[in-house]
C-alpha cells in the first residue's frame, strides 16, 4: 500500500524525467565520473603528485593514459583532478545558492525598499562583467582551491535571487499563502514551510547550470593560473601544459583527456538539469 | 518618448557611481602597486616618493575622490610606470576588441537564431533533439579548449590558419591577413554565444508558438508557412532583441582568455596585464567603460523593446 502511495508521487516525475533519453545516459555516465573521482586511491595505484614513471611517456599498459613532464601518471592526476573541480563546483554552487536564495526569500516577501536595496545591489552585481570580476577578486586573493570556491560562490547568486524572488511574488498571489495570511499565520510559518518548499524545484533546476557553469569557470580559471596551484591537479591545471607547442603538437594525451572529462561531465550535468526541469515542471504534469 | 529615455538615463546613473565606487574598493582590495615594488636595491623612500607620486599616500576615498573628479573633467588618467595616457591604452586596444566580438556576436547569433527557431518549430522531433543537443555541447566545451583543438587542426596539422596576433608582422595587414587571423578566435567565441541563445530563443519561441492568435490563425486555415513566418517570427523579435542587448556587455568584457591565448591585441589583453600588475588607473578605465556599455546596451533594449513591443507604455 505504501509502496503504491510512494510510486503515486514520484512515479509520473520519475517517468517525465526517463522520457529523455540522452539524459539518463548521462546520469549513469555523471554517476560513474563521480564514483571513479571518489574511488580514486582505489582505482588508481599512482599516487597523483609524485613521479612515478619515465618522463612523458606515451600511454602504455601500466601507465594507461601516459605520464606528463616529470613522470606523474596521467590517469591519477585526472581522477583526482576531477575531484578537485567537482568539489570546487559543488561548494560554489551551494554558496551561491545559498545567497540567492537568502536574498530572493526576503526581496520577495518583505517588498519596499528592502527590495528595491536587495534588486538594486543585483543588478550591479550582474552588470559588472563577469570575468573582470572574477579576476579582480582572484587577484585579491591568494590563488587557490578555496579562494576559487568562494570567487565563484560570491559572483554567482544574482541569477537565483532574482528566480527565487519572482516564484515568491508569484506565490504570494496564490490562494493557499492568501488563506495563510488572512488566517495570521506567523510570517516565519509561510516563508519556510509555504514558500520555500514551493521554490525548491525551480532553484535545484537552476543550480545544476550553475554547478556546470562553476566547472567551466575553475578550469579556465586554474587554466590562466589563478586558480587551483600546481602540484595539486585540477582539470584545468592539468591541461596548462598545452599551451607550451610541443606538448600540443607530439604529446595529446597530456591534453586530450583532461579536456575531454571537462566537456563530458559539463554536458551531462546540463542534460539532467534540462530533464528534471521537464520533469519538475507542473504543466508537464498530465504526462 | 524622449521623456522616457532621459528618465531612464537619469535611473542609470546612481547605479553608475555605485558600481565605480565598488570597482574602486575591490581594486585597492586586491593590493597595491607598490607591493609589486620588491628587491633589494628598493629603498623605503623609493616607495613613498612613488606613493606620492601616484597619490597612494591618501585614504582610499581621497584616491577614489580624485579619481571621479578627473574623469569627470574629461580625463581618466595616466598608467603607471609608462605614464601613457588611459584614454589613449583603451582607445587603441577597443578597434580589435570590438571587431573580435562584433564578428563572434554576429556568427553566434546568425547560428543561434534560425537554429533556435526551426529547432521549436519541429519540437519534440528528432531534429529538435539534435539541435539542443548541439547547444548542450556547444556551451559544455571550454573556450580555451576548442581553441587548443582549432589551433591542434588548423595550425599545427594543416598549416591553414595563423595562431596569433591579428596580421602578420612586417606586412602592413590587409583585410585578408586580418580575417585570417581572426577566424579562429571569433569561431571559439561564436559557439559560446551560439550554445546559450539557441535554447533562449527556441523556448521564446515556443511560448509563442503556444498563443491563442496563433491558434486563431492556424483554425481560420492559413498555411504553416504563413502561420510562422507572419504571426510568429514577428512577435519573436521581441525576445531576439532582448538576447542581443544580453550579448553587448560582453562585448566590452572583451573575452579576455580567447584574446590571451591567441595574442589578440584587444582591451582583453589590457585588462590581464593591468590585473597583474595592479595598473590602477588602467583598470578603473576598462572597469567604467564596461560599466557604461552594459548600462547602455540595457537602456537601449529598452527603448528597442518599447518601440517593438506597442502594448508597452512609456
Redo the contacts between chains.
Keep these: 500500500m505504501r509502496k503504491k502511495d510512494l510510486s503515486g508521487k514520484y512515479g509520473p516525475l520519475l517517468r517525465r524525467f526517463v522520457r529523455h533519453k540522452?539524459a539518463v545516459v548521462c546520469l549513469f555516465v555523471l554517476t560513474a565520473l563521480i564514483l571513479m573521482a571518489l574511488l580514486a586511491p582505489w582505482i588508481t595505484p599512482y599516487e597523483p603528485t609524485k613521479p612515478t614513471g619515465a618522463f612523458s611517456q606515451p600511454p602504455t599498459a601500466e601507465h594507461i593514459l601516459g605520464t606528463d613532464k616529470i613522470g606523474r601518471d596521467m590517469f591519477s592526476r585526472i581522477l583526482y583532478g576531477m575531484r578537485v573541480s567537482l568539489l570546487v563546483g559543488l561548494l560554489a554552487t551551494l554558496i551561491s545558492t545559498l545567497i540567492g536564495v537568502a536574498l530572493g526569500l526576503v526581496s520577495g516577501y518583505f517588498g519596499g525598499a528592502i527590495d528595491k536595496a536587495i534588486m538594486?545591489f543585483t543588478?550591479?552585481v550582474m552588470?559588472?562583467?563577469?570575468?573582470?570580476?572574477v579576476?579582480?577578486?582572484a587577484?585579491?586573493f591568494q590563488p587557490g582551491m578555496w579562494s576559487i570556491v568562494l570567487i565563484l560562490g560570491f559572483v554567482d547568486w544574482p541569477g537565483v535571487a532574482r528566480l527565487v524572488r519572482g516564484n515568491v511574488l508569484s506565490l504570494r498571489e496564490t490562494n493557499f499563502v492568501k488563506n495563510d495570511l488572512a488566517s495570521g499565520m506567523p510570517g516565519r510559518y509561510i516563508l519556510f514551510s509555504e514558500i520555500l518548499p514551493n521554490t525548491i524545484a525551480p532553484v535545484l533546476v537552476y543550480a545544476t547550470s550553475v554547478f556546470?557553469l562553476s566547472i567551466?569557470d575553475e578550469?579556465?580559471l586554474s587554466?590562466?593560473g589563478m586558480g587551483v596551484q600546481k602540484p595539486t591537479p585540477s582539470l584545468?591545471n592539468i591541461?596548462q601544459g598545452?599551451e607550451s607547442?610541443s606538448v600540443?603538437?607530439d604529446k595529446?594525451w597530456l591534453?586530450v583527456p583532461a579536456?575531454t572529462v571537462?566537456?563530458l561531465l559539463?554536458?551531462c550535468i546540463?542534460?539532467v538539469g534540462?530533464a528534471l526541469r521537464d520533469a519538475l515542471d507542473p504543466r508537464n504534469a498530465e504526462g | 518618448m524622449w521623456k522616457y529615455v532621459l528618465k531612464k538615463l537619469l535611473l542609470v546613473l546612481p547605479v553608475l557611481l555605485g558600481i565605480t565606487v565598488i570597482d574602486y574598493l575591490i581594486m585597492s582590495l586586491a593590493g597595491s602597486p607598490l607591493d609589486m615594488m620588491t628587491g633589494p636595491r628598493v629603498t623605503e623612500g623609493a616607495i613613498a616618493a612613488r606613493a606620492a607620486q601616484w597619490g597612494l599616500n591618501q585614504p582610499i576615498w581621497v584616491q577614489y575622490w580624485n579619481w571621479l573628479t578627473e574623469v569627470l573633467h574629461g580625463n581618466l588618467g595616466f598608467a603607471y610606470k609608462s605614464g601613457q595616457p588611459v584614454s589613449e591604452i583603451i582607445g587603441s586596444h577597443l578597434g580589435p576588441t570590438l571587431l573580435l566580438m562584433g564578428v563572434s556576436m554576429a556568427l553566434g547569433l546568425l547560428i543561434a537564431i534560425p537554429a533556435g527557431i526551426y529547432s521549436a518549430v519541429h519540437r519534440y522531433q528528432k531534429r529538435d533533439y539534435a539541435v539542443v543537443s548541439a547547444s548542450f555541447l556547444f556551451s559544455s566545451v571550454p573556450g580555451f579548449f576548442l581553441s587548443l583543438i582549432f589551433v591542434y587542426f588548423f595550425t599545427v596539422k594543416l598549416h591553414l590558419l595563423p595562431s596569433s596576433g591579428m596580421y602578420t608582422p612586417g606586412t602592413g595587414g590587409d583585410a585578408w591577413d586580418v580575417a585570417r587571423h581572426l577566424i579562429m578566435p571569433s569561431l571559439v567565441l561564436a559557439t559560446g554565444v551560439a550554445g546559450g541563445n539557441i535554447r533562449y530563443i527556441r523556448s521564446a519561441v515556443l511560448e509563442i508558438l503556444e498563443m491563442d492568435y496563433l491558434r486563431t490563425a492556424k483554425a481560420k486555415g492559413l498555411g504553416r508557412r504563413i502561420v510562422i513566418r507572419k504571426h510568429a517570427l514577428r512577435n519573436a523579435l521581441l525576445p531576439i532583441i532582448t538576447v542581443i542587448g544580453m550579448q553587448i556587455p560582453t562585448l566590452f568584457g572583451g573575452a579576455v582568455i580567447v584574446e590571451q591565448l591567441f595574442s589578440w591585441p584587444g582591451l582583453g589583453q589590457v585588462t590581464w596585464d593591468a590585473v597583474l600588475t595592479r595598473n590602477y588607473p588602467v583598470i578603473m578605465g576598462v572597469c567604467l567603460l564596461s560599466a557604461v556599455g552594459v548600462l547602455l546596451s540595457n537602456l537601449m533594449t529598452d527603448i528597442l523593446y518599447a518601440l517593438a513591443d506597442p502594448t508597452i507604455k512609456y
Excluded: E, H
Design positions: 540522452a538594486g543588478d550591479m552588470s559588472f562583467p563577469y570575468i573582470l570580476l579576476l579582480v577578486a587577484a585579491i556546470a567551466l578550469a579556465a587554466f590562466l584545468g591541461l598545452a607547442l600540443l603538437t595529446p591534453w579536456g571537462i566537456v559539463v554536458v546540463n542534460f534540462d
